[in-house]
T-cell receptor, first 114, second 114 residues
Framework: GESVGLHLPTLSVQEGDNSIINCAYSNSASDYFIWYKQESGKGPQFIIDIRSNMDKRQGQRVTVLLNKTVKHLSLQIAATQPGDSAVYFCAERSYGGSQGNLIFGKGTKLSVKP | DTGVSQDPRHKITKRGQNVTFRCDPISEHNRLYWYRQTLGQGPEFLTYFQNEAQLEKSRLLSDRFSAERPKGSFSTLEIQRTEQGDSAMYLC????????????FGEGSRLTVL
């Protein structure tokens, strides 16, 4: 229900520390994964993506790790800054599935303490 | 600003009224998507267009919902006979199409049905 949905998993980190946000997916047919960041009152913003033929991809201050064996995805943020405070969503797309239908997870709220 | 724009940003309506949202995608993007997001949840796919063709509709899209993209540019999402359960953020996104799953989201249109 609505009250359960409000209780997002929350990760609280100190400014300058590294953050790791985890995501479990259930569909072994998923071949493409994306991390989005959503700040309060705004639309989701693309961070980084990874295809299933890779297990790691790096961007600027962010790294995505994919473990297909256990169907787990993680987002690592280096030297976390206050501006990183937001809700982070992983999303997946199934191989052969709709080109439009990204399935989003529930999200994790990242809180950065100065 | 050349991002995805949505209008109106906020809409309060009484149950039973019709509402329409507009989305203007990034100009060179041929794909346009509608998602719905409720508090504390990730976005849920509703429908998407490639140019003017509506290629997929979610089962979430009841017959009270209709989306159009008449000239392959802007799109409208209409909800007829609104219900309180329709209260949500309606997100529009666009993309270049095949080869990338990166969707560029707008800021959303928040609907409150009283």
């Amino acid at each position: 229900g609505e009250s359960v949905g409000l209780h997002l998993p929350t990760l609280s980190v100190q400014e300058g520390d590294n953050s790791i946000i985890n995501c479990a997916y259930s569909n072994s047919a998923s071949d493409y994964f994306i991390w989005y960041k959503q700040e309060s009152g705004k639309g989701p913003q693309f961070i980084i993506d990874i295809r299933s033929n890779m297990d790691k991809r790096q961007g600027q201050r962010v790294t995505v790790l994919l473990n297909k064996t256990v169907k787990h995805l993680s987002l690592q943020i280096a030297a976390t800054q206050p501006g990183d405070s937001a809700v982070y969503f992983c999303a997946e797309r199934s191989y052969g599935g709709s080109q439009g239908n990204l399935i989003f997870g529930k999200g994790t709220k990242l809180s950065v303490k100065p | 600003d050349t991002g995805v724009s949505q209008d109106p940003r906020h809409k309060i309506t009484k149950r039973g009224q019709n509402v329409t949202f507009r989305c203007d995608p990034i100009s060179e993007h041929n794909r346009l998507y509608w998602y719905r997001q409720t508090l504390g949840q990730g976005p849920e796919f509703l429908t998407y267009f490639q140019n003017e063709a509506q290629l997929e509709k979610s089962r979430l899209l009841s017959d009270r919902f209709s989306a159009e993209r008449p000239k392959g540019s802007f799109s409208t999402l209409e909800i007829q006979r609104t219900e309180q359960g329709d209260s949500a953020m309606y997100l529009c996104a666009s993309s270049l199409g095949q080869g990338t799953g990166e969707l560029f989201f707008g800021e959303g249109s928040r609907l409150t049905v009283l």
